[in-house]
């Protein structure tokens, strides 16, 4: 479906999602290195008289050098973070493929409510005008009437009901494609859904497989471990070059 493309690459938040994946990838490149050197100049205003001589100025530059442990605890955290900022972008593609496919079936469901409704009400108005005509000629009562006026004014509240589903299921369809949500959308005349013959069991283990928030957990939970590595080790000194 051509709707799923768009939306893989107009969805809002698929593009957060990919900016923040981005994001975490650079930090975790520079986790292990070094911190920037300290460069310090110190200019007097008086001379002064050293055993090399007059000195005016004084020009220095240090180096911080934590603990390796530390670095690698940090670097292991960060890219673990990346790993799983990226498996939650993964799911949020898949939900929003997912979406995308029940709104438009969605909306072919709509669609045919309409249809049916519509063609409830035409019948119905025909069979009023009949009954009218009976009660003219006495074969009727009023009461039969009002019963198929009745019925006209409840699928005349359903029909409204289904333009309301269809307008906001539109809208909705419409902002998981990153558009306007009053961006026109015709909905579908006919569907040729092609249903796998998956078990119970089988969907479970699919999932439990291939799941990619199930991946963003177990990565999660190892990069806080590695961050409680990273507090543990921060309370040792740096050494100064």
Not at 83 to 111: G, K, P, Q
Request: proline content about 5%; cysteine-free; aromatic content about 6%.
């Amino acid at each position: 479906m051509a709707l799923e493309q768009i939306a893989l690459t107009q969805n809002p938040g698929l593009a957060r999602l990919k900016h923040s994946y981005g994001a975490a990838l650079a930090r975790s490149e520079y986790a292990d290195k070094l911190p920037d050197p300290t460069v310090m100049t110190n200019v007097f205003g008086n001379p002064l008289e050293t055993a090399a001589g007059s000195q005016r100025a004084n020009f220095t530059v240090s180096q911080a050098i934590p603990w390796l442990g530390r670095l690698n605890a940090r670097e292991q955290s960060q890219v673990l973070e990346a790993l799983a900022v990226h498996a939650e972008f993964r799911a949020a593609r898949l939900r929003v493929v997912a979406d995308v496919r029940s709104a438009w079936f969605r909306l072919f469901v709509i669609a045919r409510q309409i249809d049916t409704t519509e063609a409830n009400q035409e019948l119905l108005e025909s069979l009023i005008e009949v009954a009218n005509a009976r009660v003219a000629t006495g074969a009727a009562t009023q009461g039969d009437v009002l019963l198929g006026t009745l019925e006209l004014s409840r699928l005349e509240e359903q029909l409204l009901t289904y333009r309301q589903q269809e307008i906001s299921t539109k809208a909705l369809l419409n902002r998981l494609l990153g558009r306007s949500a009053v961006v026109p959308v015709d909905s579908p005349d006919e569907l040729n859904p092609s249903l796998p013959e998956w078990t119970h069991p089988m969907l479970v283990d699919l999932a439990l497989a291939h799941q990619p928030e199930i991946d963003a957990a177990r990565l999660r939970t190892q990069a806080s471990q590695w961050g409680i590595e990273v507090a543990r080790l921060s309370r040792r000194p740096d050494f100064m070059l």
